[in-house]
């Protein structure tokens, strides 16, 4: 099926560096949500958004909503160790079910 | 809440055996969702449930798999004959409607030998 294009595919970052990930879609999409998965879990929720230009902040994590409705971008400030994990997109049409990203692994060096 | 609940959290199996994996969603949620997730192919839809009714298996890889969905607290992902191929995590999901977020399980990792 279908996936959304993430990048980059992996990312080895020193701790304390900010972090940015994106994600783009050849379709139009009205929800886009933004997971991360750490090792031996399933994908956790970070961020929901709803509106064409939304930018939308969870603690030190900040997402938006692309203005073209294509893409999505995640940012992490200040990154630690805890960070470590695949950050997975998700995009849906309508009430589609959810199309998920290909995702980015994140690395903290120490 | 206890979450979406998976058991076993891993298995392993000679090729040949019948696996099934099993799935507790979260209590109110109506969809289900099975996915699989290797290296190689990510995150694979196989599929979901919408009131219990299967509405979408077009990612399930072949006739061994199939899936079902007695009732609204249990779904079942059987895959007979398992194959070294069909090593991976297996997720479940669930959440209200197709809509919002999913909640995912913790997983069970299968291993086909």
């Known amino acids: 099926g279908q996936q959304l294009n993430q990048s980059p595919q992996s990312m080895f970052i020193q701790e304390g560096e900010d972090v940015s990930m994106n994600c783009t879609s050849s379709s139009i999409f009205n929800t886009w949500l933004w997971y991360k998965q750490e090792p031996g879990e399933g994908p956790v929720l970070l961020i929901a958004l709803y509106k064409a230009g939304e930018l939308t902040s969870n603690g030190r994590l900040t997402a938006q909503f692309g203005i073209t409705r294509k893409d999505s971008f995640l940012n992490i400030s200040a990154s630690i160790p805890s960070d470590v994990g695949i950050y997975f997109c998700a995009g849906r049409r309508g009430n589609e079910k959810l199309t998920f990203g290909t995702g980015t692994r994140l690395t903290i060096i120490p | ?113």
């Open chain 2, 1 to 113: 809440d206890a979450g979406v609940i998976q058991s076993p959290r891993h298995e392993v199996t000679e090729m040949g055996q019948e696996v099934t994996l099993r799935c507790k969603p979260i209590s109110g949620h109506n969809s289900l969702f099975w996915y699989r997730q290797t290296m190689m192919r990510g995150l694979e839809l196989l599929i979901y449930f919408n009131n219990n009714v299967p509405i979408d298996d077009s990612g399930m890889p072949e006739d061994r798999f199939s899936a079902k969905m007695p009732n609204a607290s249990f779904s079942t992902l059987k895959i007979q004959p398992s194959e070294p191929r069909d090593s991976a995590v297996y997720f479940c999901a669930s959440s209200f409607g197709t809509g919002d977020g999913y909640t995912f399980g913790s997983g069970t990792r299968l291993t086909v030998v």
